[in-house]
């Protein structure tokens, strides 16, 4: 499983040997249940994970309500931005939706790849420029309609759509589900 962390690196950047042998010798697997907690408000997030296999949701609680900030499954790079970066307590909850596989590397191994390997420092920065995805979802939540979002979010998820509730793929484009609900059937009648 870790080799599928390896992998993905050297789709980003090539990985020397002596990276490669790093990485195997601290990176971790880890198995989390449906509905088991990755990491709980309150905690500092002290590791990068890949998903091998699953599906994980990232959200926060306004007003006693989940809001659905990140759906990661096979191949995205989770953690809690903010919590990791800063190694402080977070806000936000990451939880398994289905059965999940992890391969993580914990921070402080993280500082020393950087340290250690230069390379790593390229990888990490092609990886960080993925996830202008996050950003630009962040811009469609602010500036366009149920339908735009909902187009969107098939688009670039289709095949979460069979795998994440639609009470989360509301709070993830920051609707109610009615609107979700009256959204997606207008959608299908359409094409």
Not at 147 to 170: G, T
């Amino acid at each position: 499983m870790i080799e599928a962390l390896i992998e993905r690196l050297n789709t980003v950047s090539p990985v020397s040997v002596a990276l490669t042998e790093k990485i195997r010798s601290v990176a971790r697997t880890t198995i989390y249940s449906a509905g088991d907690f990755i990491l709980k408000e309150g905690q500092v997030c002290n590791r990068a994970c890949m998903v091998i296999k699953g599906l994980a949701r990232s959200y926060y609680v306004i007003e006693g309500k989940d809001i659905t900030s990140r759906l990661m499954d096979e191949g995205f790079v989770i953690t809690s931005w903010m919590s990791y970066f800063t190694q402080k307590p977070g806000n936000e909850f990451i939880v398994a939706v289905e059965n999940t596989t992890l391969v993580c590397l914990e921070y402080n191994y993280i500082q020393k790849l950087y340290t250690d390997f230069p390379e790593f420092n390229i990888i990490s920065r092609k990886l960080t420029d993925a996830f202008y995805l996050s950003e630009q979802r962040t811009q469609m939540l602010r500036k366009h309609t149920a339908e735009e979002k909902y187009k969107f979010f098939l688009d670039n998820h289709p095949s979460l759509l069979q795998r994440v509730p639609l009470k989360h793929i509301a709070t993830y484009l920051g609707v109610n589900e009615e609107t979700l609900s009256r959204v997606r059937s207008k959608f299908h009648k359409k094409h």
